[in-house]
C-alpha cells in the first residue's frame, strides 16, 4: 500500500461522535419520508390511525433506532460475523421447513418475539454480507478461476433451494437476483454472466412444472385475469380497478372507492400501493416511485462511495434487494408479473418485513460509516 | 502490484454497477410508463369500472293505483302490510332469537323451515321476512320484548286489499305474483313483493295501475352491503281508477241473489255505465295475493257452480222468450209484421211435418205485438220469426248488442253467438225454416250473456247505441260515453220501440201479464220488462202431457230462468238482467230477484252518486 494511499485511507478507528456524523441524514430522511407516505395509505387503509397507521409509525420508529445502532457497528466486525449470520439463516430456513406455520399454501413463517418472521428475508441479508466477505478477498485474476467460485455459487443455490421448497417462489428469484448482482460486482467474467443468464431462461418451462397449483393458477390469471373474474384473478382486476381509476390526480386522500368500499384485496399489506394510486393518481404513484428511485440510487452511490470491495458489494447487494422489492410489488400490483407475497418496503403493513429492512439499511449505512476505513483483504500483497 | 490491483477491480465493480443502476434506472422507467399508460391513458375505463364496482341501481316499486267505486270508495286498496325481519349478522344466535320471537307471537315449524332456508340462501345482512301481516298486538309485543330479539326489526310494506272481497271478485279481478313470462318485458316486475293483474280491471288496466318504477343509486361494498344511497329518483304512483259500479249497491244485489247461481248486470241505460254487475257464487280474491292451495284450486274448478267464472260477462245461455222483443223489432223494420198485425194462437204451429208448441196448452187466440209480449205468446213470435227470415233477425240482434264484441273491459268477457243462415250453410248443413222459427222464441243456437242482455235492454229503452263500462275516469280525468249524447242513436223508429216497451209494460203491469210479481211496490214508478225460460235438455211431449214438472230433474238439467228489465217505464234509467242457472221458470225465480233489485236501485238512484265531474275529457274511446 502506497504512502499515498496510506494517507486517504481514515483512522482505523474512530469515536462514536465521529461516526454519527458521518451517518448519511439525508438518506435517513428520505426513510422517514417513505414511512410517512405508509402512514398515509395505512391510514386511509384502516380509516383512520388505528388499526395500521400508529403501529406502523411506531415500528418505523423502532426500525430506524436499530438502523442507527448498527450503522454505528464497526463494518469490520460485521464482515467477520458474515458466515455466522449465513450459517443462522440456513438453520432458521431448515427450521421453518419442519416447524414453521403454513400460511398461504407456503410454509415460511416462523414465530419469534411475539411476531412472525420470514427466514427468507433474514437469509438475503446474510447471503449478501457472506458473498461479500467472500469475494472481499478475490483478486480480479481469482475471480478467473472456476474452483474459487464454487463454494459462493453453493453458498446461493442452498438457500434459494430451501425458499423454493417452501415454497416461495417470489423470494428465491429476489435472492438468486439479488447474489447474482453480488458476483457480477466482484468481477464474474462475462461470459460467465451470459452463460448463467441463459441457464436461468433454460430453467423457466422447467420449473414452471415443479410449481404449486397455486403458482400456476396465478401465471395463468396474470395472463389472462378476466378467465377468472371471481376467484384468482379477483386480485388482480380489482388492483388495476383501483390503480386505474385513481387517474391523473386521483380521488382524493381517503376518497378512493375501491379501498373504502373493501375491493381491494390485502390492501394494507401487498396492496398498499393501489390505495395511494387511487387517491392520490398518477401524480402520487410516480412521487412515491422517485423517492423509492432515490433511495435505491443513495444505496448504489454509497457503494461507489466505499473503499472496500466488502462494503461495496454489501451495498450494492441490499440496494439490489431494495430494488427488487419494489420493482416486483409495483409490477406485481399492476397485474404485470404474476407474483404474490412481496411487500412494498416501509409502506406495506407488516412489522417483521419492516424491522428487517431497517435492519439492512442499518449495514448499508455501516459501510457508508466505515466507507474509508482500513479493511485487508487479508492477502499477503496488501 | 497492489495499487494496478485494486484499481483493476474497482474499476470493473464501477462499471458494473453503474450498469446495474442502468438496468434499475430502466426497469423503473418501464414501471413508470406502464403507470401512465394504465392510469392516464386507459384512466376512464378503469373509472368506469371502479364506479360499476360500487354503484348498484335498485328499483323500487311505487304504489299500485287504487280501484274506486263511482263515488270514490275504494275498492281494491294498498293496506300496510306490517312485517317481522330479521337480520342475521345483528344477533349472536339466531337460533335462540327466532326460539323468543316463537315465544311471543307463533311461530309454526314449516315457517321456521323457511326462515332457515332463506339464511342459508342469503348474506348475514340481508333481511329475511319472519312474519307478514302482523297484528297491532303482535307488533306491541315484539317491541315490548325488543331486548330479548336482537336481530329483528319491523317494517311496512304494502299488499292489496280488496274491501269488498268476494262481493267484486269478478269485476275487479285480483292481483298475483308474476310468473316467469311476465318478468320479460318489465324489470320492475322482478322485484320482491311485487304484484300484476291477473283478472277483471286489474287485468285490463294493470299498465295504468302499476305506474312507473323509481329507481335509486346505492354505493355498495364487494360483499354487496349497502354503504348509503346517493341518488333516488322517486317513481309515478300507478294511476287511481274510478269505477261505474257502485259497491253498496253491488253488495244488495249479491244479496238478492240468494244462494243460487246466478248472475245479475244493472246498467245506468242512459250511458252505459255498469252499476252492479254480480255473480253467485263468488271466491275470495285476496286469496291469489299469496298463493292459492291446491286444495282451493280444485274445490273452485271442480264445483259446477263455477265459482271463478264472471257468469254476467263470461255465461253464455239461450236469450229465449228475452229475445222476442228483437224478434218484434226485426220483423216491424223488415215490414213483415206491423204492431197491431193479428196473428191466432190455436197453441202450435204446423209446419210441413212439425208442430211447434206454445207454452200455453191451450192457445192464446188473437194477438197482436201487445199481447204477444204480454203473454210471451211462443207461436205469435213463430209466425213473426217466419215473416221476417233468420238474416234480419240476426241483423237487429247484433245492432242490440247481441253477438257482437262489446266494449267492456273484463279480459274474460265473451261475446256470444247469433247465428246466421250462412253460418249455418258454411258447416255444411241446410238452413230450414223450422230453426228460423225456434229462434223466434229465443232458443236454437242463440248464446248471450247477461252482459249483452242488459245491453239489449239499455238500447230498447233509449233507442241509442250505448256500450256498457266499468271505467268512469282514470287519474281523475272522466272517459268518453259518461253522457248519453256521447252514444249515438241506433236509427230505429220510435214508433215501433216504443210499441215493444209497450208490451214489457204489460208484462209486468198489466192484468195476466206472464210476470204481475215483478210489479214495483214503489209509488209513481213501473218497471218495464221480459221473463225467459230456456230448456237445457229437451223435454218430450209425452212427459210433458204426463204431468211433468222441470223442478223434478237434476239440478243440472233445469232450464235457466232470465229476466230483463228497465224503469222507470215513462223516463227509462236503469236497465237490468237477472239469471238465474237452473232456475226454472223466469217468471218464477227471476222475475221477484229483478223487481228486488230494481226496487233497491230506485231507492239508490246510483246516477246521482257520482265523483265531481272533471273538467276534462279525456280522447278516444271510453275504456281509455
Same mark, same amino acid.
Given at each position: 500500500?502506497?504512502?499515498?494511499?496510506?494517507?486517504?485511507?481514515?483512522?482505523?478507528?474512530?469515536?462514536?461522535?465521529?461516526?454519527?456524523?458521518?451517518?448519511?441524514?439525508?438518506?435517513?430522511?428520505?426513510?422517514?419520508?417513505?414511512?410517512?407516505?405508509?402512514?398515509?395509505?395505512?391510514?386511509?387503509?384502516?380509516?383512520?390511525?388505528?388499526?395500521?397507521?400508529?403501529?406502523?409509525?411506531?415500528?418505523?420508529?423502532?426500525?430506524?433506532?436499530?438502523?442507527?445502532?448498527?450503522?454505528?457497528?464497526?463494518?469490520?466486525?460485521?464482515? #467477520?460475523?458474515?458466515?455466522?449470520?449465513?450459517?443462522?439463516?440456513?438453520?432458521?430456513?431448515?427450521?421453518?421447513?419442519?416447524?414453521?406455520?403454513?400460511?398461504?399454501?407456503?410454509? #415460511?413463517?416462523?414465530?419469534?418475539?411475539?411476531?412472525?418472521?420470514?427466514?427468507?428475508?433474514?437469509?438475503?441479508?446474510?447471503?449478501?454480507?457472506?458473498?461479500?466477505?467472500?469475494?472481499?478477498?478475490?483478486?480480479?485474476?481469482?475471480?478467473?478461476?472456476?474452483?474459487?467460485?464454487?463454494?459462493?455459487?453453493?453458498?446461493?443455490?442452498?438457500?434459494?433451494?430451501?425458499?423454493?421448497?417452501?415454497?416461495?417462489?417470489?423470494?428465491?428469484?429476489?435472492?438468486?437476483?439479488?447474489?447474482? %448482482?453480488?458476483?457480477?460486482?466482484?468481477?464474474?467474467?462475462?461470459?460467465?454472466?451470459?452463460?448463467?443468464?441463459?441457464?436461468?431462461?433454460?430453467?423457466?418451462?422447467?420449473?414452471?412444472?415443479?410449481?404449486?397449483?397455486?403458482? #400456476?393458477?396465478?401465471? %395463468?390469471?396474470?395472463?389472462?385475469?378476466?378467465?377468472?373474474?371471481?376467484?384468482?384473478?379477483?386480485?388482480?382486476?380489482?388492483?388495476?380497478?383501483?390503480?386505474?381509476?385513481?387517474?391523473?390526480?386521483?380521488?382524493?386522500?381517503?376518497?378512493?372507492?375501491?379501498?373504502?368500499?373493501?375491493?381491494?384485496?390485502?390492501?394494507? %399489506?401487498?396492496?398498499?400501493?393501489?390505495?395511494?394510486?387511487?387517491?392520490?393518481?398518477?401524480?402520487? %404513484?410516480?412521487?412515491?416511485?422517485?423517492?423509492?428511485?432515490?433511495?435505491?440510487?443513495?444505496?448504489?452511490?454509497?457503494?461507489?462511495?466505499?473503499?472496500?470491495?466488502?462494503?461495496?458489494?454489501?451495498?450494492?447487494?441490499?440496494?439490489?434487494?431494495?430494488?427488487?422489492?419494489?420493482?416486483?410489488?409495483?409490477?406485481?400490483?399492476?397485474?404485470?408479473?404474476?407474483?404474490?407475497?412481496?411487500?412494498?418496503?416501509?409502506?406495506?403493513?407488516?412489522?417483521?418485513?419492516?424491522?428487517?429492512?431497517?435492519?439492512?439499511?442499518?449495514?448499508?449505512?455501516?459501510?457508508?460509516?466505515?466507507?474509508?476505513?482500513?479493511?485487508?483483504?487479508?492477502?499477503?500483497?496488501? | 502490484? =497492489?495499487?494496478?490491483?485494486? &484499481?483493476?477491480?474497482?474499476?470493473?465493480?464501477?462499471?458494473?454497477?453503474?450498469?446495474?443502476?442502468?438496468?434499475?434506472?430502466?426497469?423503473?422507467?418501464?414501471?413508470?410508463?406502464?403507470?401512465?399508460?394504465?392510469?392516464?391513458?386507459?384512466?376512464?375505463?378503469?373509472?368506469?369500472?371502479?364506479?360499476?364496482?360500487?354503484?348498484?341501481?335498485?328499483?323500487?316499486?311505487? /304504489?299500485? *293505483?287504487?280501484?274506486?267505486?263511482?263515488?270514490?270508495?275504494?275498492?281494491?286498496?294498498?293496506?300496510?302490510?306490517?312485517?317481522?325481519?330479521?337480520?342475521?349478522?345483528?344477533?349472536?344466535?339466531?337460533?335462540?332469537?327466532?326460539?323468543?320471537?316463537?315465544?311471543?307471537?307463533?311461530?309454526?315449524?314449516?315457517?321456521?323451515?323457511?326462515?332457515?332456508?332463506?339464511?342459508?340462501?342469503?348474506?348475514?345482512?340481508? =333481511?329475511?321476512?319472519?312474519?307478514?301481516?302482523?297484528?297491532?298486538?303482535?307488533?306491541?309485543?315484539?317491541?315490548?320484548?325488543?331486548?330479548?330479539?336482537?336481530?329483528?326489526?319491523?317494517?311496512?310494506?304494502?299488499?292489496?286489499?280488496?274491501?269488498?272481497?268476494?262481493?267484486?271478485?269478478?269485476?275487479?279481478?285480483?292481483?298475483?305474483?308474476?310468473?316467469?313470462?311476465?318478468?320479460?318485458?318489465? /324489470?320492475?316486475?322482478?322485484?320482491?313483493?311485487?304484484?300484476?293483474?291477473?283478472?277483471?280491471?286489474?287485468?285490463?288496466?294493470?299498465?295504468?295501475?302499476?305506474?312507473?318504477? *323509481?329507481?335509486?343509486?346505492?354505493?355498495?361494498?364487494?360483499?354487496?352491503?349497502?354503504?348509503?344511497?346517493?341518488?333516488?329518483?322517486?317513481?309515478?304512483?300507478?294511476?287511481?281508477?274510478?269505477?261505474?259500479?257502485?259497491?253498496?249497491?253491488?253488495?244488495?244485489?249479491?244479496?238478492?241473489?240468494?244462494?243460487?247461481?246466478?248472475?245479475?248486470?244493472?246498467?245506468?241505460?242512459? !250511458?252505459?255505465?255498469?252499476?252492479?254487475?254480480?255473480?253467485?257464487?263468488?271466491?275470495?280474491? @285476496?286469496?291469489?295475493?299469496?298463493?292459492? @292451495?291446491?286444495?282451493?284450486?280444485?274445490?273452485?274448478?271442480? !264445483?259446477?257452480?263455477? /265459482?271463478?267464472?264472471?257468469?254476467?260477462?263470461?255465461?253464455?245461455?239461450?236469450?229465449?222468450s228475452t229475445f222476442k222483443m228483437v224478434v218484434a223489432l226485426a220483423g216491424m223494420e223488415a215490414k213483415a209484421i206491423s204492431p197491431w198485425d193479428k196473428i191466432n194462437c190455436p197453441g202450435?204451429l204446423?209446419?210441413?211435418?212439425?208442430?211447434?208448441?206454445c207454452w200455453s196448452?191451450?192457445g192464446h187466440g188473437m194477438l197482436d205485438l201487445h199481447g204477444g209480449l204480454k203473454n210471451s205468446c211462443d207461436v205469435y213470435f213463430y209466425e213473426v220469426a217466419r215473416r221476417t227470415g233468420?238474416?234480419h233477425i240476426?241483423?237487429m240482434?247484433?245492432?242490440f248488442?247481441?253477438?257482437? /264484441?262489446?266494449?267492456?273491459?273484463?279480459?274474460?268477457?265473451?261475446?256470444?253467438?247469433? =247465428?246466421?243462415?250462412? +253460418?249455418?250453410?258454411?258447416?255444411?248443413?241446410?238452413?230450414?225454416?223450422?230453426?228460423t222459427i225456434?229462434?223466434g222464441i229465443g232458443?236454437?243456437?242463440?248464446?248471450?250473456?247477461?252482459?249483452?242482455?242488459?245491453?239489449?235492454? &239499455?238500447?230498447l229503452a233509449?233507442g241509442?247505441?250505448?256500450?256498457?263500462?266499468?271505467?268512469?275516469?282514470?287519474?281523475?280525468?272522466?272517459?268518453?260515453?259518461?253522457?248519453?249524447?256521447? +252514444?249515438?242513436?241506433l236509427g230505429l223508429s220510435e214508433r215501433e220501440l216504443h210499441a215493444v216497451r209497450d208490451g214489457m209494460w204489460a208484462v209486468i203491469n198489466e192484468e195476466h201479464g206472464t210476470a204481475?210479481?215483478?210489479?214495483?211496490?214503489?209509488?209513481?214508478?213501473q218497471?218495464a220488462g221480459k221473463t *225467459? @225460460?230456456?230448456?237445457?235438455?229437451?223435454?218430450?211431449?209425452?212427459?210433458?202431457?204426463?204431468?211433468?214438472?222441470?223442478?223434478?230433474?237434476?239440478?243440472?238439467?233445469?232450464?235457466?230462468?232470465?229476466?230483463?228489465?228497465f224503469?222507470?217505464y215513462d223516463?227509462?234509467?236503469?236497465?237490468?238482467?237477472?239469471?238465474?242457472?237452473?232456475?226454472?221458470?223466469?217468471?218464477?225465480?227471476?222475475?221477484?230477484?229483478?223487481?228486488?233489485?230494481?226496487?233497491?236501485?230506485? !231507492?239508490?238512484?246510483?246516477?246521482?252518486?257520482?265523483?265531481?265531474?272533471?273538467?276534462?275529457?279525456?280522447?278516444?274511446?271510453?275504456?281509455?
Open positions: 500500500m502506497s504512502v499515498t494511499e496510506r494517507r486517504l485511507i481514515r483512522e482505523t478507528s474512530f469515536g462514536l461522535t465521529g461516526k454519527l456524523w458521518q451517518v448519511s441524514w439525508l438518506y435517513v430522511l428520505l426513510l422517514c419520508a417513505l414511512a410517512s407516505v405508509g402512514y398515509v395509505a395505512l391510514y386511509s387503509a384502516g380509516g383512520g390511525a388505528e388499526p395500521y397507521a400508529s403501529r406502523h409509525i411506531l415500528r418505523f420508529a423502532f426500525g430506524l433506532t436499530l438502523m442507527l445502532s448498527i450503522a454505528m457497528v464497526d463494518i469490520r466486525f460485521i464482515a #467477520r460475523l458474515s458466515w455466522v449470520a449465513y450459517a443462522g439463516g440456513v438453520i432458521l430456513l431448515l427450521m421453518v421447513a419442519h416447524m414453521g406455520h403454513v400460511g398461504k399454501g407456503a410454509q #415460511r413463517w416462523i414465530d419469534l418475539g411475539g411476531m412472525q418472521w420470514q427466514p427468507s428475508e433474514f437469509m438475503k441479508l446474510a447471503l449478501i454480507l457472506a458473498l461479500a466477505s467472500w469475494f472481499h478477498r478475490a483478486s480480479w485474476e481469482r475471480m478467473g478461476n472456476p474452483l474459487f467460485l464454487l463454494p459462493p455459487a453453493l453458498a446461493v443455490l442452498v438457500p434459494v433451494g430451501l425458499i423454493l421448497k417452501q415454497p416461495n417462489l417470489g423470494t428465491a428469484v429476489i435472492t438468486a437476483v439479488v447474489g447474482a %448482482t453480488v458476483f457480477l460486482g466482484a468481477g464474474l467474467r462475462w461470459w460467465k454472466v451470459v452463460v448463467l443468464v441463459g441457464a436461468a431462461a433454460a430453467a423457466v418451462p422447467l420449473a414452471y412444472n415443479h410449481l404449486h397449483d397455486y403458482q #400456476r393458477a396465478r401465471i %395463468t390469471t396474470f395472463l389472462n385475469p378476466e378467465s377468472d373474474p371471481l376467484g384468482a384473478g379477483y386480485n388482480i382486476i380489482q388492483s388495476k380497478i383501483a390503480l386505474g381509476s385513481g387517474g391523473m390526480w386521483g380521488k382524493g386522500f381517503m376518497q378512493g372507492t375501491q379501498n373504502h368500499l373493501n375491493f381491494l384485496p390485502e390492501k394494507q %399489506t401487498d396492496f398498499v400501493f393501489t390505495i395511494i394510486a387511487e387517491e392520490f393518481g398518477l401524480a402520487g %404513484t410516480l412521487a412515491v416511485l422517485g423517492l423509492l428511485t432515490v433511495l435505491v440510487f443513495g444505496g448504489m452511490l454509497m457503494a461507489l462511495r466505499c473503499r472496500h470491495q466488502y462494503g461495496r458489494l454489501v451495498a450494492l447487494g441490499i440496494s439490489m434487494n431494495f430494488f427488487m422489492y419494489v420493482f416486483v410489488n409495483v409490477a406485481m400490483v399492476m397485474g404485470a408479473i404474476p407474483v404474490g407475497g412481496v411487500p412494498l418496503p416501509l409502506i406495506s403493513h407488516g412489522g417483521s418485513a419492516m424491522i428487517m429492512v431497517m435492519i439492512a439499511f442499518g449495514v448499508l449505512m455501516s459501510v457508508y460509516v466505515h466507507r474509508d476505513v482500513e479493511f485487508s483483504d487479508g492477502r499477503e500483497d496488501g | 502490484m =497492489p495499487v494496478r490491483r485494486e &484499481s483493476k477491480r474497482t474499476g470493473v465493480f464501477t462499471r458494473r454497477a453503474l450498469l446495474v443502476a442502468g438496468a434499475q434506472l430502466t426497469a423503473l422507467g418501464v414501471l413508470g410508463a406502464k403507470l401512465y399508460q394504465v392510469q392516464v391513458v386507459e384512466g376512464a375505463k378503469y373509472a368506469t369500472l371502479a364506479d360499476t364496482n360500487r354503484i348498484s341501481a335498485r328499483l323500487i316499486a311505487p /304504489p299500485r *293505483g287504487r280501484l274506486l267505486d263511482r263515488s270514490g270508495v275504494a275498492v281494491g286498496g294498498n293496506n300496510q302490510n306490517w312485517r317481522a325481519l330479521l337480520i342475521a349478522e345483528q344477533t349472536a344466535d339466531v337460533g335462540s332469537t327466532l326460539d323468543a320471537f316463537a315465544k311471543i307471537v307463533t311461530l309454526a315449524d314449516h315457517e321456521r323451515a323457511r326462515i332457515e332456508r332463506e339464511l342459508r340462501r342469503h348474506r348475514r345482512f340481508i =333481511p329475511i321476512t319472519v312474519r307478514e301481516f302482523l297484528s297491532w298486538e303482535d307488533m306491541a309485543a315484539i317491541e315490548v320484548n325488543a331486548p330479548d330479539l336482537p336481530g329483528i326489526l319491523i317494517d311496512v310494506g304494502t299488499t292489496r286489499q280488496y274491501p269488498f272481497g268476494a262481493s267484486l271478485a269478478h269485476v275487479v279481478g285480483y292481483v298475483a305474483p308474476p310468473n316467469e313470462s311476465d318478468m320479460g318485458e318489465e /324489470p320492475m316486475l322482478a322485484l320482491p313483493g311485487i304484484r300484476i293483474g291477473r283478472s277483471g280491471l286489474e287485468k285490463f288496466h294493470d299498465l295504468k295501475l302499476r305506474g312507473k318504477a *323509481g329507481a335509486v343509486q346505492l354505493e355498495v361494498n364487494a360483499v354487496g352491503r349497502v354503504i348509503r344511497e346517493l341518488e333516488r329518483q322517486e317513481g309515478t304512483q300507478g294511476e287511481d281508477i274510478t269505477l261505474t259500479i257502485d259497491a253498496t249497491l253491488q253488495q244488495q244485489v249479491l244479496s238478492h241473489l240468494g244462494d243460487e247461481s246466478a248472475s245479475a248486470v244493472v246498467m245506468d241505460c242512459r !250511458n252505459g255505465e255498469v252499476l252492479a254487475m254480480a255473480t253467485n257464487p263468488s271466491f275470495d280474491p @285476496s286469496v291469489f295475493n299469496s298463493g292459492v @292451495s291446491q286444495a282451493q284450486w280444485l274445490e273452485w274448478t271442480k !264445483n259446477r257452480r263455477a /265459482p271463478l267464472i264472471n257468469k254476467a260477462a263470461a255465461g253464455l245461455y239461450a236469450p229465449g202450435f204446423d209446419l210441413g211435418d212439425s208442430r211447434f208448441h196448452r191451450g233468420m238474416d240476426a241483423a240482434a247484433n245492432r248488442g247481441l253477438g257482437v /264484441p262489446l266494449d267492456i273491459e273484463l279480459p274474460g268477457a265473451r261475446k256470444g253467438f247469433v =247465428p246466421t243462415r250462412n +253460418w249455418r250453410i258454411a258447416q255444411g248443413h241446410p238452413w230450414n225454416i223450422g230453426d225456434v229462434h232458443q236454437g243456437y242463440l248464446q248471450l250473456t247477461p252482459m249483452s242482455l242488459c245491453t239489449m235492454v &239499455s238500447r233509449t241509442r247505441a250505448v256500450q256498457p263500462h266499468l271505467t268512469r275516469s282514470i287519474g281523475g280525468v272522466i272517459q268518453r260515453g259518461a253522457r248519453a249524447e256521447d +252514444w249515438p242513436s204481475p210479481i215483478a210489479k214495483l211496490l214503489l209509488p209513481n214508478i218497471m *225467459g @225460460s230456456t230448456q237445457v235438455r229437451r223435454v218430450s211431449r209425452e212427459a210433458r202431457e204426463h204431468g211433468f214438472k222441470s223442478e223434478d230433474m237434476p239440478w243440472e238439467f233445469r232450464p235457466h230462468a232470465l229476466f230483463v228489465a224503469a222507470p223516463a227509462p234509467k236503469y236497465a237490468l238482467a237477472v239469471v238465474v242457472e237452473h232456475g226454472n221458470a223466469g217468471a218464477a225465480t227471476a222475475a221477484p230477484i229483478a223487481r228486488d233489485i230494481m226496487t233497491d236501485v230506485l !231507492n239508490r238512484d246510483p246516477a246521482a252518486h257520482r265523483e265531481a265531474p272533471a273538467q276534462r275529457v279525456a280522447e278516444g274511446g271510453h275504456s281509455g
